[in-house]
C-alpha cells in the first residue's frame, strides 16, 4: 500500500494549517500576532483520530493548502 502521507490541510475562514503524518499525528501551526506557532499532536483519544479522519476528507471546512501555503509554514 502506498504511503499517502504527509498530507497538508488548513481550516477554511482561519489561520490553522495542518501537517498529517499519519492516521494519529498531525503538526498543527496557528499564527499568533503574525508568528506562526507549531504544536505536535499524538491522537490517543477516540475523537481526536475523527478529527484527523476529517482533516484527510476535508470534512467540516478542511480544505487542502496550496503549494505556496505548504512551504511556507512547513518547509
Given at each position: ?17 495542518y501537517?498529517i503524518?499519519?492516521?494519529d ?9 503574525g ?13 481526536e ?11 467540516f ?11 511556507r509554514y512547513?518547509q
Amino acid at each position: 500500500m502506498e504511503n499517502i502521507f504527509p498530507i497538508y490541510r488548513k481550516l477554511d475562514g482561519f489561520a490553522r494549517f495542518y501537517k498529517i503524518e499519519s492516521t494519529d499525528s498531525f503538526i498543527e501551526v496557528t499564527i499568533v500576532q503574525g508568528n506562526p506557532q507549531q504544536q505536535r499532536i499524538q491522537a490517543v483519544q477516540f475523537p481526536e483520530k475523527l478529527r484527523i479522519q476529517d482533516m484527510i476528507s476535508c470534512s467540516f471546512n478542511y480544505i487542502p493548502m496550496t503549494e505556496e501555503e505548504i512551504i511556507r509554514y512547513f518547509q
